[in-house]
T-cell receptor
Framework: NAGVTQTPKFQVLKTGQSMTLQCAQD?????MSWYRQDPGMGLRLIHY???????DQGEVPNGYNVSRSTTEDFPLRLLSAAPSQTSVYFC???????????????FGPGTRLTVT | GQSLEQPSEVTAVEGAIVQINCTYQ??????LSWYQQHDGGAPTFLSY????GLEETGRFSSFLSRSDSYGYLLLQELQMKDSASYFC???????FGKGTRLSVIA
C-alpha cells in the first residue's frame, strides 16, 4: 500500500493563479480531510469528506473548493491564490465515518505552497 | 466555543519523564487523540482515549478526564528522537490544538 499520497510536494504560485492539490489513498478509507499548517497555528481543518459525493467545511474553508467523486481521491482547489494561502497542506484519511471514529488519521507527506 | 489548549513549548532531559497537558472545550466530544510530528514530517497517530483513564502504549501513555475536559500525554524514558511537536485533537471531525514543541536535551 502506498498509503496517502499528495502531489506536488512543492509549488510556487503567483497571486491570482489557480491550482489543484492532489490527494489519493489506497486503503479504501471513507473519511478524508485537508488541513493547512502555519507556524504557531497547528493544523487547521479546511474541508472534509465522509464518502464519495459528500463534503463539508472545516474551520478555514474560504478560498478553497473540494469534491469527492471517488473513494480514493480528494483534490483541493485554490481558485485564485492569495499570499495568505502560503502554507503546508496535509491530506489525511481514516477508515470509519462512524461518529467519533475518525480519531486515527493517516497523513500524506504534505504539499509546501508559496504564493507570491 | 470550541478549542484545545496546550503549552507551546516544553523542555526535558534525556531519560526523564515529561507530561504534556491538554484542555478542551467543545459541544460534541467523542474522545481525545494525540499525534506526533517531527520537523519537516507529517503528523503520526500516537494514542486515543474515548473513556476516562489511562491508555499505555510502550513508553507513551495518555490520560483523559471527561469531567474536567482535560487530558495529558506522558512520555517516559525520554530519548533524543522524541524531540518533536505533539498535538492533542478531538473528533469528529478531527480538530487539533496548536501543538507543544518538546525539546529533549542531554
Amino acid at each position: 500500500n502506498a498509503g496517502v499520497t499528495q502531489t506536488p510536494k512543492f509549488q510556487v504560485l503567483k497571486t491570482g493563479q489557480s491550482m489543484t492539490l492532489q490527494c489519493a489513498q489506497d486503503m479504501n478509507h471513507e473519511y478524508m480531510s485537508w488541513y493547512r499548517q502555519d507556524p504557531g497555528m497547528g493544523l487547521r481543518l479546511i474541508h472534509y469528506s465522509v464518502g464519495a459525493g459528500i463534503t463539508d467545511q472545516g474551520e478555514v474553508p474560504n478560498g478553497y473548493n473540494v469534491s469527492r467523486s471517488t473513494t480514493e481521491d480528494f483534490p483541493l482547489r485554490l481558485l485564485s491564490a492569495a499570499p495568505s494561502q502560503t502554507s503546508v497542506y496535509f491530506c489525511a484519511s481514516s477508515y470509519s465515518i462512524v461518529a467519533g471514529s475518525s480519531y486515527e488519521q493517516y497523513f500524506g507527506p504534505g504539499t509546501r505552497l508559496t504564493v507570491t | 466555543g470550541q478549542s484545545l489548549e496546550q503549552p507551546s513549548e516544553v523542555t526535558a532531559v534525556e531519560g526523564a519523564i515529561v507530561q504534556i497537558n491538554c484542555t478542551y472545550q467543545t459541544s460534541g466530544f467523542y474522545g481525545l487523540s494525540w499525534y506526533q510530528q517531527h520537523d519537516g514530517g507529517a503528523p503520526t497517530f500516537l494514542s486515543y482515549n474515548a473513556l476516562d483513564g489511562l491508555e499505555e502504549t510502550g513508553r507513551f501513555s495518555s490520560f483523559l478526564s471527561r469531567s474536567d475536559s482535560y487530558g495529558y500525554l506522558l512520555l517516559q524514558e525520554l530519548q533524543m528522537k522524541d524531540s518533536a511537536s505533539y498535538f492533542c485533537a478531538y473528533s469528529t471531525p478531527l480538530v487539533f490544538g496548536k501543538g507543544t514543541r518538546l525539546s529533549v536535551i542531554a
